[in-house]
């Protein structure tokens, strides 16, 4: 899933950035409120972490304009700011944020409600089963006949991105645009590396990661699970 951080505040955009980077997530930063809103009109991003005092545009601006765009006003904005007073919580709220963390903040805690906005989203139930591969989408943690399958941060990306549309092709130009960042040195052929890598080790899972020509990658049961 790829995200969008928008963090004036160079030390917590990275720590932020980095933590979820190792979770799996892609993640861009912009430090900018006009950066961010030009990102949004470019970039598909499945969430946006917004704080609200920024150069350039104020957070709440770059909400009132993911809103009035029908490309950008589904997805789901979790504010994280300092500003803790109540007429700000309702103000971004009527805008339509999704929901408000205000800092300081825990790291787990916000983890935890982008996976609870992402899963309302992508309307998935708490756990996703395919043959015996179990996806738990509130803790993210995957697992074969009840034992944990080892996945990398991209593996994880990947798998989770085509679980989300289960059953469905997903074009690799999609799939790499929701598992690198815009900033990373990677190419588009680089998602048939992870494929294979994911494909290995769902062997004998029961789920299948199937190539369709000119259309993407779709998992689902293996025709004999």
């Known amino acids: 899933m790829r995200l969008l951080l928008v963090e004036d505040h160079a030390e917590l955009a990275e720590w932020v950035s980095k933590a979820l980077s190792q979770g799996g997530y892609a993640v861009d930063v912009m430090t900018r409120g006009d950066h961010a809103a030009h990102a949004l009109l470019t970039q598909p991003y499945d969430l946006v972490v917004l704080d609200l005092s920024l150069p350039g545009m104020d957070g709440l601006e770059v909400l009132r304009g993911m809103r009035a765009r029908e490309a950008t006003a589904h997805i789901p904005v979790l504010v994280l700011t300092a500003r803790d007073r109540t007429e700000d919580k309702v103000a971004g709220l009527n805008l339509g944020a999704d929901d408000y963390l205000t800092k300081p903040f825990e790291l787990t805690e916000l983890e935890a409600r982008i996976k609870a906005l992402l899963r309302r989203a992508g309307n998935l139930l708490p756990t996703v089963r395919i043959g015996a591969l179990a996806f738990d989408t509130n803790s993210r943690l995957v697992s074969v006949a009840d034992k944990p399958l080892s996945l990398t ?64 990658y779709l998992i689902d049961e293996a025709p004999d699970a």
């Open 153 to 216: 941060p991209r593996e994880l990306a990947v798998l989770e991105v085509l679980i989300s549309r289960q059953g469905r092709p997903v074009a690799r130009e999609t799939l790499f645009e929701k598992v690198f960042s815009f900033d990373e040195e990677a190419r588009p052929e680089a998602i048939e590396i992870y494929v294979h890598r994911l494909r290995k080790k769902l062997e004998g899972t029961g789920a299948v990661v199937t190539t369709l020509r000119g259309l993407g």
